[in-house]
């Protein structure tokens, strides 16, 4: 057995620059981080001619087949069509966490496929590499709206400052050295469900439809990311980054009438009246995971304000797609 676990991932600042109809123009730039909730692939090579087919896929629901071609999931069948033809193969996913949440579980899904397959054939990919297939199959062969940072996040790990290219290139900055500043932030972070799941397709494409209007807010949002990551590069207080997530919500918000509701919009208002100091929802938006940054002696005011919603702790993880062999 083959497997792979593929850590989820928490965007601080810069979501939407990363979308390549806008860093073509303007470039884009990210911080955020790889978490420590994860996906896990595993693979077991069979034998032909036992079963009546050749491919067993198992996610939250089970797909049998003799060739890549019949596999219903879109990504799957794309990646498999590339690294699994002739074989057969008994594929087995599973989740600390659900999809369509926010946390880019469906680029760690592909990017934990692309690893432990090509591990099977013996193919060794190093991060840049498995972000950019993983970014080839969803954003160009499936043309799914959306960034790249979830890709990145995925294969890289690791708490970064990711600048996108003009030209489609892009660089990752590890912020790992700060390892006594990021456990410092940790402690004002709080991660809640919203009890909304969502498709992000469909918030994503809002926004590409309308980027010519939108590119001045997405700049803003870029300039936020940069501005995030001097505060936490210096001694000055963290709170100037929850209040900075504030601003940087607020903006996000103007993007698409889609990326937030009335619902979200409550358990934002709650937690502020209790001393957070900002937060934004993660991914597209619409549902999913609200992030809340809180000042220290605030805390427990704000857990106590967003009863009964489920919180989720996490750290931040160095390791981005990690293959093990059993």
Known sequence: MVLTRTPLRVSLFGGGS?????????????????????????????????????????????????????????????????????????????????????????????????????????????????????????????????????????????????????????????????????????????????????DAGMVEQAKVDQMSSISDSLTAIKDHAHRALDTFMSDRNLEAIGRLLHETWLTKRSLARSVSTPHVDQMYDRALAAGALGGKLLGAGAGGFLLLFSPLDKVSAVQAAMQPHTQVPFSFVDQGSTLYQI
Not at 42 to 65: M, P
Not at 94 to 116: E, H, Y
Not at 121 to 140: F, W
Not at 177 to 193: G, W
């Open 18 to 198: 990363d979308l390549p109809s806008f860093f073509a123009d303007h470039g884009g730039a990210v911080l955020g981080g790889a978490i420590n909730h994860y996906i896990y692939c595993s693979v077991v090579k069979t034998f032909d001619g036992i079963c009546d087919y050749r491919l067993r896929l198992a996610y939250r629901k089970s797909e049998y087949a003799n060739r890549p071609e019949a596999i219903e999931h879109p990504a799957a069948r794309v990646i498999l069509a590339e690294y699994a033809q002739d074989r057969a193969l008994e594929i087995t996913i599973t989740a600390d966490l659900p999809a369509r949440i926010g946390l880019g579980s469906s680029s760690a899904f592909s990017v934990g496929l692309i690893n432990v397959l090509s591990a099977l054939n013996s193919t060794a990919l190093d991060p840049t590499r498995l972000a950019t297939k993983a970014i080839s199959v969803e954003r160009g062969v499936l043309k799914e709206p959306g960034g790249w940072q979830d890709q990145i996040f995925a294969a890289f790990g690791g708490f970064n400052f990711i600048s996108f290219s003009q030209d489609g290139s892009f660089t990752v900055d590890s912020l790992g050295s700060q390892a006594s500043r990021l456990r410092d932030l940790e402690q004002h972070l709080m991660l809640y469900f919203t009890g909304v799941s969502r």
